[in-house]
């Protein structure tokens, strides 16, 4: 389809070789937000921070956390995406996730339906018939 994805956080939660699927990783997020027309933010989970693969939530917001002044840095537009459930003041701020910019109520709304046309389509995308 022509896109090409960039993954970024901390180096220990990246798979090993992700490259040789064709997909970058930058460990600077600001690096990424100058580079990226779109940023598909994915929740930190908590059982992470219990085995001490993240240091603290308030280290990993500091890093890599998509906040307002972050944004503002690069002045300019990108779309924000984040599929729920969201850590708001973690991964991000409640302002971004609320912002314009933001496509993550459409993205959770349509999520189930987009799912289910995935599977439908690695089934052989036939149709069921009824008994």
Known sequence: MGAEVTLCGPPNLIP?????????YLSDVDEVIEWA???????I???R???GLVPSTREYRSHFGITSER???HN?????????PMNRGVEIDGEVADGNQA??????????AS???????LCGGKKVEEK
Do not use: F, S, T
């Open 37 to 43: 027309d779109a940023l598909n933010v994915l929740r």
């Open 76 to 84: 300019k537009e990108i779309v924000i995406m984040h599929p729920g």
């Open 16 to 24: 090993k070789n992700i490259e040789e699927l064709g997909v970058n």
């Open 45 to 47: 989970q908590r059982e």
């Open 49 to 51: 921070m219990g085995r």
């Open 71 to 73: 944004l503002k840095n």
């Open 115 to 121: 799912r289910m046309a995935i599977l439908y389509l």
């Open 103 to 112: 496509i993550i109520l459409n993205q959770v709304l349509n999520g189930v």
